[in-house]
């Protein structure tokens, strides 16, 4: 798997993963304040808390009901009783239901249930169920009318909406067995109180909270109004004040919502020291990297304590560095790139310096005889003859010539390197042109001391060639074969056929170089380590010879051996 797709596969799987795990965190919350919200509004008015919340928390399947028995408790202590109806009016399950109501309603029951909230004078809350469990219908009745008893009070003891003394006794025996009181507002004032607890005084919000959330508060109250007096008779019975303080959260709760945020908050601290030390540790290293090539210490890309951080004994890289595997060979590539660069560096400033040598060495030479004749004609001690002034003369003319060759060899040389070098090519017959540059030589009388000789092919070989450029490829070849070598040398040049190519040797028995010699003989001005020997313009004939074949698309090989001589091979293809 490539770089860029593990890297992106990799941060995909821990976006899953914080996806996840951030998803459950945040349904665990909302699970724990839903049921901490259902805990606050059953603690504020228990009766309305369990007809929100039973249809939610029920379970049915194919009619089968499962509740638990913490809400079936719940409902006896508040003196509720449950029924739950199919959508064919059927009751497939009951709680504390009193054994006069029906097992089955019909529409019409159903609608008088819905318009007068009542079932056999018992006062109900509906509910309609249609989400998962399928479609169901709640019936939430209460035991007691205390509404209604409160009515009865008012038209057995009530005189112009105030209950007079003598009926006092009577009413306060009720409500001392039931230990509640009664309030009589008219016109916004209270105008009696009669049972226990009636010197108490209640603000109007509070004693609407008592109607809308019993639980907060000492006692319930029930009310009825007559509309004939204009007064309000509100009855105070004790209530089930809950015991739990005000604030939302229970300790139980607390502990479990701070222990959820402080596990979310470690696992949000490892997950950030784990990525700091799975991407922060490599990058340390790239640094160290980057900090010892700069100072080109390129072959310390890694010490050996970094290596025993990266990879394990067998050379495999170390799981929490794998990601990164392709930057590390990135790293060693470019490192021994750098190298390799480096050493070129140093040779080419070497090759310079020797250049620079060879250079003063091959116009001192020349310049100094040219420069000594001078002196010897400008001084007027010597008469010389016309036959040593002609001599002069040649001398002087030749070294001239020599000069005039080396600063057209080095002007050669520079527009090869930047391809100013325009080829004109011809079509040749090799074996023609090839013999006929041998002839030359062969034909020189100055060069009888050597043995020259062309080794043709019998088949005609044609190819596109610069005739010019490319006869002072060969003419360097066979002139360094005999340069350097003593005489009686063989010096054969072959034309061979290959496969895909047409193949010129120049091979000769002589002197032979080593392999150092062998590696450098292109370079420009390269010398070798025999100082002894006149090697004017060497390597300056090669260079131009191997720059004149590559712009032939050709390509040119030495092989030589020290005592046996060497073989040089132009190898041109076949277009």
């Known amino acids: 798997m490539k770089l860029q797709r593990r890297i992106a596969f990799h941060f995909s799987i821990q976006f899953v993963i914080l996806l996840v795990s951030v998803f459950f965190f945040f349904v665990f919350l909302l699970i724990l304040v839903a049921n901490l919200m259902t805990r606050a509004e059953l603690n504020a008015n228990t009766a309305d808390g369990l007809v929100d919340t039973i249809p939610t928390v029920v379970t049915i399947e194919k009619n089968q009901v499962k509740l638990d028995k913490k809400w079936s408790r719940l409902l006896k202590e508040n003196d509720m009783w449950l029924q739950i109806l199919d959508k064919d009016g059927h009751v497939v399950y009951s709680d504390q239901t009193p054994s006069s109501l ?64 003598k009926d006092l006794p009577a009413l306060e025996k009720q409500l001392h067995s039931m230990d509640g009181f009664i309030q009589i507002f008219k016109n916004g004032e209270l105008i009696q109180s009669i049972g226990s607890g009636q010197d108490k005084k209640i603000s109007h919000l509070e004693l609407i909270g008592r109607i809308y959330e019993p639980g907060k508060h000492p006692t319930q109250v029930k009310v009825f109004n007559d509309p004939a ?62 900090e010892r090539m700069g ?13 025993k951080k990266v990879f394990k004994k067998k050379g495999k890289t170390r799981y929490r560095y794998r ?40 116009l001192r030479t020349p310049l100094s005889t040219i420069q000594g004749y001078g002196h010897m004609l400008e001084s007027s001690k010597y008469d010389f003859s016309p036959e040593e002034l002609e001599e002069i003369g040649h001398v002087i003319r030749k070294k001239g010539d020599y000069m005039l060759q080396l600063v057209n060899d080095f002007s050669l ?39 020259i000789s062309f080794i043709g092919m019998d088949e005609a070989l044609y190819l596109e060639l610069d005739p010019k450029w490319f006869t002072r490829v060969l003419d360097n070849l066979i002139y360094n074969a005999i340069k350097h070598n003593s005489p009686h040398t063989k010096i054969a040049v072959r034309i061979l056929k290959e496969k895909d190519s047409v193949n010129i040797q120049v091979e000769d ?42 712009l032939h698309k050709g ?21």
């Not at 309000?232 to 300790?251: C, I, N, Q, R």
């Open 413 to 451: 040389v520079f527009q090869l390197k930047n391809s100013a070098i325009t080829l004109e090519k011809q079509t040749l017959e090799i074996n023609q042109y090839v013999r006929k540059v041998v002839l030359k030589f062969e034909e020189d009388l100055t060069l009888s001391d050597f043995s």
């Open 295 to 307: 100072k080109e210490r390129y072959d310390e890309v890694l010490t050996k304590k970094d290596k």
């Open 323 to 362: 990601l990164y595997q392709e930057v590390f060979q990135s790293f060693y590539s470019m490192a021994e790139k750098l190298s390799q660069a480096e050493q070129e560096r140093i040779r080419l400033e070497q090759s310079r310096e020797e250049w620079m040598a060879g250079i003063s060495h091959d």
């Open 229 to 290: 007096s204009k007064v309000s008779w509100v009855l105070h019975l004790p209530g089930k004040e809950s015991d739990k303080p005000a604030w939302l959260f229970s300790s139980q709760e607390t502990q479990i919502l701070v222990v959820a945020i402080l596990i979310s908050l470690l696992v949000t601290i490892l997950f950030s020291i784990w990525n700091g030390y799975r991407y922060g540790r490599p990058l340390l290293l790239f640094v160290n990297w980057l």
């Open 102 to 165: 029906k097992q089955a309603y019909t529409i019409n029951d159903l609608l008088l249930i819905e318009e007068t909230r009542e079932i056999d004078h018992y006062p109900v809350q509906t509910y309609y169920d249609s989400w998962m469990n399928g479609k169901y219908y709640f019936l939430f009745g209460f035991q007691h009318n205390d509404k209604e008893l409160l009515g009865e009070w008012f038209a057995s003891y009530s005189h112009q909406g105030t209950v007079d003394e």
């Open 555 to 575: 390509n040119i090989e030495v092989t030589s051996t020290v005592g046996r001589g060497t073989k040089i091979t132009i190898i041109l293809p076949i277009t």
């Open 509 to 550: 028995n002589g002197k032979g170089m080593d392999e150092t010699f062998v590696a450098n003989l292109f370079d420009r001005y390269y010398r070798g380590t025999n100082t002894n020997e006149k090697l004017d313009g060497l390597g300056l004939g090669m260079s131009i010879a191997k720059a004149i074949v590559e």
